[in-house]
């Protein structure tokens, strides 16, 4: 089993910055690949950013490309996500997870453990 607690959210103005924090803990954490997912009310949980067990390759969503920045350390047990130039329509409940696939997989089913998401509003 692997735990994961998300902290980081708020209430932020367009254009400004975030930063997500994930903490691990159970089994190995740097066995595990990481992703961050979110899901805004009404709609699907959708991918945001992916990262390797050792931090050596990284995926975006085309539609945060550029803006976030996904990091690990796994001395620390922890994934981050730096949200810069925030718009409202980043708005959502985010998600850490935790999958045992060597491959970037975007898929929420991928996934084997979740966070409880912390919650990120962008006012405009």
Not at 12 to 26: F, I
Not at 65 to 83: C, E, H, W
Request: hydrophobic share 30%; charged share 20%; glycine share 12%.
């Amino acid at each position: 089993q692997v735990q994961l607690v998300e902290s980081g959210g708020g209430l932020v103005q367009a254009g400004g910055s975030l930063r997500l924090s994930c903490a691990a803990s159970g089994r190995t954490f740097s066995r595990y690949a990481m992703g961050w997912f979110r899901q805004a009310p009404g709609k699907e949980r959708e991918f945001v950013a992916h990262i390797s067990w050792t931090g050596g390759s990284t995926r975006y969503a085309d539609s945060v490309k550029g803006r976030f920045t996904i990091s690990r350390d796994n001395a620390k047990n922890a994934v981050y996500l730096q949200m810069n130039s925030l718009k409202p329509e980043d708005t959502a409940v985010y998600y850490c997870a935790a999958t045992g696939s060597t491959r970037g997989t975007i898929y929420p089913s991928s996934y084997d453990y979740w966070g409880q998401g912390t919650r990120v509003t962008v006012s405009s």
